[in-house]
């Protein structure tokens, strides 16, 4: 006796992509914010000469 399947379309499903554009107004004050950096000592990097 030898048993075996065979695959059966039950149902089929059309997929599909539908192009969409949307455009939209926006209006708001915006803010500036500036940085103010004080530096001091020496710059810590990873590539430091002469340091091990």
Do not use: A, F, W
């Not at 499903?13 to 926006?26: I, L, M, P, S």
Request: glycine share 6%; proline share 4%; hydrophobic share 25%.
């Amino acid at each position: 006796m030898t048993v075996s399947k065979e695959p059966v379309v039950t149902e089929e499903v059309v997929v599909g992509k539908r192009r969409k554009e949307e455009n939209e107004k926006v209006s708001e004050t915006l803010r500036k914010e500036e940085v103010n950096i004080k530096e001091q000592g020496e710059p810590v990097t990873s590539h430091t000469k002469g340091t091990k």
